[in-house]
Every structure is written in C-alpha cells, then in structure tokens.
C-alpha cells in the first residue's frame, strides 16, 4: 500500500492499492483514476506518486526474492584441470 494526501472536502492521509491504479493525470492538480472507474484527487505530484509505486514494488519484490550470493559476489579464482592422455591417430 502506498501513502497519499487527498485533495477536497476529505483531505487527509489515505492508503491506496498501487494494483488499482490506471492513469495518473496533471490538470493542474493530480487526478489518480483507478480500475473502479474512480478518480481521486490528491495532494501529490504525478512524479511522488510513481515514486511511491515504485518504491512499493521493489520493496514486494525484494521481500519475494532470497538474498543468494551471485558469482559476482565471490572473488574467481583460477583452476588448472588435469592434463587429458594424448590421443593416438
């Protein structure tokens, strides 16, 4: 969930589904129209609010995700294989 002001007769902080959201709009003021059909008028700019989505999504997927050491995360190290029997022809 992220956090918005709303702008009008009920202005406060709310807590919105980034996944309803379909449009952000600026005209003058920020208009968020969900998958509803309805539209919100909010105290944020369009850029706070993708930023907030943003930020929500890499921290689900960031929570999903186990933290595993990647090859670049371990120093390489050189390994000589043994020497393969010469081939006769």
Partial sequence: MIRLRRLGSKA???????DLIVSIEATPDTIVTLTTHTKVLVADSPDQVVAAVHEWRTSIVAAALPHVKRRSD????????AEAPAQES
Avoid at 12 to 18: A, I, K, V
Avoid at 74 to 81: A, E, K, M, Q, W
């Fill in 74 to 81: 371990v120093p390489l190290t050189v390994v000589r294989g």
């Fill in 12 to 18: 406060g902080d709310f807590f919105l589904n980034p």
